[in-house]
């Protein structure tokens, strides 16, 4: 066993430190990112990737029918009118599918906003790829400016048996105070 | 009196209670003061089930344990002149509870386990509602796949001077809300639920739904209703201070009756989208204003205008002021105050009448009236 | 140190420069105990607004600090400090060791906590008032909703991890070190053991208390988003971290209570420990379980169900171990001769109230009910009958148990057991009921209620002002005892007590076992 010090004491305390500071480490080095991967494999919470699906050819199933639900919600504090285009879609898994969220910042000022997407249920999450999405990026809109925001996606088709339909909820928040500067520039 | 020795009795006898109440397993949406209810829902009568199941098992271990212990106490005592043994192991007991606790323990797992699973199928709802949490009040949107949605707040009903005891409390105390949820009896209900602040929980006991409502992320959970009643709960996620004043109520009616319900809804939210282009007078405006403010104001600033909990109206420097103040501090409330942001609760029609109600009434005479549009305007910036 | 037998210095500085084990823990045990009394006085002013449904007493926001205050200082300031004073008396006196191995680490560790609880109860004063997120302080209202003192409340929060971190690599490196010849670790008395692990656990887990209110700060002052879904982070992860944190710190709060009643069962049965071998065992797999389990505090926030199942399971495992301990108990009584001094009376206490606690432990493991449960009052019974009933009932028992010894006077007897009776009896008048509304409906946390919940809260604040006042009697007793005890100087003050704390002379003068005892 390694010997941090002569004295047994202070080698006992001496190890005894090393393991805290690695426990506060672990909190930050593995717990964190830990969670982030396990969200993003197991759909906790809804979480989904925040990065693009690289779409591999796939072949539609067209026995399936799956309804997807959109909705759309306001955090606190954000005044933007915001709203899917399309309540329900009926897809079939494997298939690319599109439709526009519609945004417009009522405010006089230039506003950013970030959109973070939930899927429910949550066993769903990681057979719903993106492979484009307005919430990938933060989104600049000048004062009294709408958009339509894209979103591409295709249902794995692993989705287990029993789904019928996959709610993905998109909470915008006004992330204009932290925006990164590049988008604030847009 | 016999209230009063009814009331100790019922004190002195809780636990007594609470087993009896189990002997008579109280008939669907009966609420016990001592024990779980079934409620009104098939989950909620199988955890009902489990929650008794694992209670028996741990009364039953309960009664041998504490038996051997008092055994014990009252037979093993050193004023009985006995002198104490001096055995301190014994292999084959110490494995036995060991491992009989394991099989007791696949008991208590089989149920809970075939029981959560049919909590987690939400599959093939009827309807779909977003439940959305508020600091501190709940919105529900009635999700529809073919034309508008519908969706209004539940906020506390209760009056201030109930709370802070001037006047008798009513029976349902901080247990009723100004408009409740409405869904249709035997039907599978979907519950979405998300947050729009901080954490919220959305817990009606008799439908046995008890879920987190957290901004940023969305859950679900259902329940199908076998009877029709009213089924109130609170919010059980503390969010701040008013976490205890967050009511929800559930009227679970006939699928005729939700049918009509909604159809008025519908109807409702249609008349205010025309209303909100039209232009008022002022006799027109005072009416539709007294009704929201005797709805959304008089809690705290009293029935005319006199203040209370909230600052006076009569007479105030706001009320007969700048009315673009005005319409600020209605629209977007006082931060840090119990003034609340009605603007997202209010419809610019009721906005408009409460704000032109509170400028010419209680003896304030400012004579200018307030038009939908100009609430329009004034969120719009 | 040319003269081994000087005694304490005089004055003040004897007490802030000391490094004598009894001295500290002497300071530790006083102050957690006027910790118990600023904690219990927030909790008379909660059931004080809880004796009657509507507003009397406060508004809900100051409601909302007091029950984040009271647990917080129940379980930083009272309940663990408490534990860290009883470790710092005993344990050189347990194992034959004539002080703790880091003596100037010691002080230091006391030293900065009571600083920390001044600051963290003078932000009751600030400006919108002290934290009042609940002492699990979920983000985002702790953090994007919290007031001014949060900042000084996660530096409090950091105060006091380093102070339990250092105080527990003490008891390591004491009891690995500091053993008398033949102290093998098998021997030794099962309160070191408890506390042995204890102290582990606590090396292991304050510093994720320290990450997750490291991550706060930077939420609310460096623009992180570690819990704030804006920036992609998440609040639910604030949960995992905490209470990653919290379970094993339930434990760390009630496994040294089990060291206690596990040395005063055998002494007032006068029959040796049932089992020792697998009450180590059992205290080694609860302490590994509890790191395990975390999630089952949070079933509402809507895991997947594989996860629900897991931490369920995992949960219910802990009650064979805990079982295997309340049967080792029972059988070390079992045809022992029997006496019933205040000491075992409160040990019997915590056998009964502990088991009812634990009881409901099991309840709540199974997640579908938990959904009913969750968050109610039923659940604020539960932990109260394993925190209050468990530790705080337990240490009670040490106090009369061990006092004797300390300063070589006796307790008044019938005045201990009276105060037995009457804390027995008000804890139970105050919590069982709060099992009765939880389960009929009524959540934790709120300043006010719904009428049918009114008779049993005011049983429960009838119930809590008597344990209340109860403590005091208490505290005369303890003062009494001191100042103007019978005096007895018998080194076993307790007929069947055993082990080497009591072959030292009565009191137990300011140095021990300078040279180490024989061990038979």
Avoid at chain 1, 132 to 157: H, K, R, S
Avoid at chain 3, 304 to 321: D, K, S
Wanted: aromatic share 14%; charged share 15%.
């Amino acid at each position: 066993m390694i010997r941090l010090s002569n004295n047994p004491v202070i080698d006992t305390a001496s190890k005894l430190l090393v393991v805290a500071v690695l426990m506060f480490a672990f909190v930050f080095v593995v717990m964190v990112p830990l969670y982030n991967v396990l969200c993003d494999v197991l759909g906790i919470n809804g979480k989904t990737s925040g990065e693009a699906y690289t779409s591999v050819p796939a072949v539609v199933d067209e026995s399936r029918m799956i309804s997807v639900q959109f909705l759309a919600a306001n955090n606190a504090g954000m005044p933007w009118e915001f709203a899917p285009t399309v309540t329900v879609m009926k897809v079939h898994p494997g298939a690319v599918n599109d439709t526009v969220f519609h945004a417009r910042n009522p405010m006089p000022a230039a506003m950013v906003a970030q959109a973070i997407p939930s899927i429910s249920p949550a066993r769903a999450a990681p057979y719903f790829h993106k492979t484009e999405c307005f919430c990938f990026n933060q989104q600049p809109l000048d004062g009294g400016a709408e958009a339509e925001l894209p979103l591409q996606y295709i249902v794995d088709q692993g989705l287990p048996k029993d789904i019928h339909t996959i709610t993905l909820s998109y909470t915008i928040f006004d992330v204009t105070d932290m925006a990164d500067g590049a988008v604030a520039a847009r | 009196m016999c209230v009063e020795a009814k009331r100790l009795l019922k004190l002195a006898l809780g636990p007594v209670l609470m087993l009896m109440s189990v002997a008579a397993t109280a008939a669907g949406g009966e609420v016990s003061s001592v024990n779980m209810s079934p409620g009104v829902t098939e989950v909620g009568e199988r955890i009902y089930d489990l929650h008794m199941w694992i209670f028996w098992i741990c009364t039953i271990i309960g009664v041998g344990v504490f038996g051997v212990m008092f055994y014990s106490i009252i037979y093993h005592r050193k004023s009985k002149g006995v002198t104490p043994a001096n055995f301190h192991e014994s292999t084959k007991v110490e494995i036995l509870w060991t491992v009989v606790p394991f099989f007791i323990l696949i008991g208590m797992a089989v149920p809970s386990t075939t029981t959560l699973l049919d909590i987690y199928d939400t599959d093939d709802a009827e309807i779909d509602i977003l439940v959305t949490g508020y600091q501190w009040k709940w919105k529900y949107e009635y999700l529809n796949e073919s034309g508008e949605n519908v969706n209004f707040f539940s906020n506390l009903r209760t009056p201030q001077s109930e709370i802070h005891n001037s006047e008798p409390k009513g029976e349902y105390y901080l247990l009723e809300v100004d408009e409740p949820m409405v869904i249709p009896v035997d039907t599978k209900v979907r519950f979405l639920i998300t947050g729009n602040d901080v954490i919220h929980s959305w817990w009606v006991p008799q439908l046995a739904v008890k879920r987190d409502a957290i901004p940023g992320f969305i859950n679900e959970t259902w329940t199908k209703a076998t009877k029709e009643g009213v089924y109130r709960g609170q919010c059980a996620e503390l969010c701040g201070k008013d976490h205890g004043f967050m009511p929800i109520v559930v009227n679970v009616v006939s699928r005729q009756e939700y049918d009509e319900w909604l159809a008025a809804k519908q109807i409702e939210a249609a008349e205010i989208k025309e209303l909100m282009a039209q232009t008022f007078a002022l006799d027109e405006l005072m009416e539709r204003g007294e009704a929201v403010y005797a709805r959304s104001c008089l809690a705290c600033h009293g029935a005319n205008g006199e203040g209370g909990v909230g600052n006076a109206i009569k007479g105030s420097a706001i009320a007969t002021g700048d009315l673009a103040t005005h319409l600020d501090v209605g629209i977007n409330g006082v931060p840090g105050t119990a003034m609340q942001a009605f603007g997202g609760q209010l419809n610019d029609v009721d906005m408009a009448a409460v704000i032109t109600y509170q400028r010419n009434a209680f003896g304030n005479n400012m004579g200018d009236l307030v038009q939908p549009i100009d609430v329009y305007n004034h969120k719009k910036g | 140190m040319g003269d081994h037998h000087h005694g304490p210095a005089k004055g003040l500085s004897r007490w802030l420069f000391t490094t004598n084990h009894k001295d500290i823990g002497t300071m530790y045990l006083w102050f957690s105990f006027s910790m118990f009394i600023l904690g219990g006085a927030f909790a008379m002013i909660i059931r004080a607004e809880l004796f009657q449904p509507g507003l009397q007493l406060v508004e809900p926001a100051f409601f909302n600090q007091m029950t984040t205050l009271h647990g917080l200082v129940m379980v930083f300031g009272a309940i663990m400090p408490s534990f860290v004073g009883l470790a710092n008396w005993l344990i050189p006196m347990m194992i034959g060791a004539p002080d703790m191995a880091l003596p100037r680490m010691n002080n230091w560790s006391f030293w900065i906590l009571p600083p920390t609880f001044l600051l963290l109860a003078s932000t009751l004063f600030m400006e919108g008032g002290a934290p009042a997120a609940g002492w699990t302080f979920y983000a985002p209202l702790s953090t994007t909703y919290a007031g001014p003192s949060v900042t000084y409340f996660i530096f409090c929060i950091h105060v006091l991890g380093l102070s339990s971190i250092m105080g527990s690599i003490n008891i390591i490196a004491t009891v690995m070190n500091m053993r008398a010849p033949g102290m093998t670790y098998m021997k030794m008395p099962l309160f070191v053991w408890t506390w042995l692990i204890t102290a582990f656990l606590l090396v292991a887990v304050m510093p994720v208390l320290a990450g997750a209110v490291t991550m706060m700060l930077m939420d609310v002052h460096f623009g992180t988003s570690f819990f704030s879904a804006a920036g992609g982070g998440d609040p639910v992860l604030f949960q995992h971290v905490f209470w990653f944190f919290g379970h094993p710190e339930v434990y760390i709060i009630i496994l040294p209570a089990f060291g206690v009643v596990s040395q005063i069962i055998p002494a007032f049965s006068r029959k040796p420990l049932f089992g020792y071998d697998s009450m180590v065992y059992a205290t080694a797999s609860i302490a590994f379980l509890s790191f395990i389990v975390w999630a089952h505090h949070m079933y509402t926030v809507g895991m997947p169900v594989a996860g629900e199942l897991f931490f369920m399971y995992a949960t219910m495992l802990i009650a064979v171990p805990t079982g295997v301990k309340v049967f080792n108990w029972i059988s070390t009584m079992w045809r022992g001769a029997l006496s019933f001094e205040t000491p075992m009376l409160f040990s019997l206490g915590f056998l009964v109230l502990f088991t009812i606690g634990g009881f409901t432990g099991l309840m709540l493991s199974i997640a579908p009910s938990d959904f009913q449960y969750h968050d109610s009052y039923f659940v604020v019974a539960h932990f109260h009958y394993v925190m209050v009933a468990g530790a705080v009932f337990s240490m009670t028992a040490a106090i009369y148990f061990w006092l004797p010894k300390w300063c070589g006077r006796m307790y008044n007897e019938t005045m201990g057991k009276t105060h037995f009776w009457i804390s027995f009896i008000g804890f139970n008048l105050a919590f069982f009921p709060q099992h009765f509304v939880g389960l009929a409906g009524m959540p934790r946390r709120i300043p006010d209620y719904a009428l049918q919940f009114a008779d049993f809260n005011m049983m429960s604040s009838i119930g809590a002002f008597i344990y209340g006042l109860s403590q005091i009697m208490f505290l005369y007793n303890v003062i009494a005892t001191i100042v103007a005890g019978k005096p007895t100087s018998e080194e076993k003050v307790w007929e069947g007590a055993e082990g080497l704390e009591w072959t030292i002379p009565t009191p137990a003068p300011y140095h021990t076992f300078e040279t180490p005892p024989a061990i038979k």
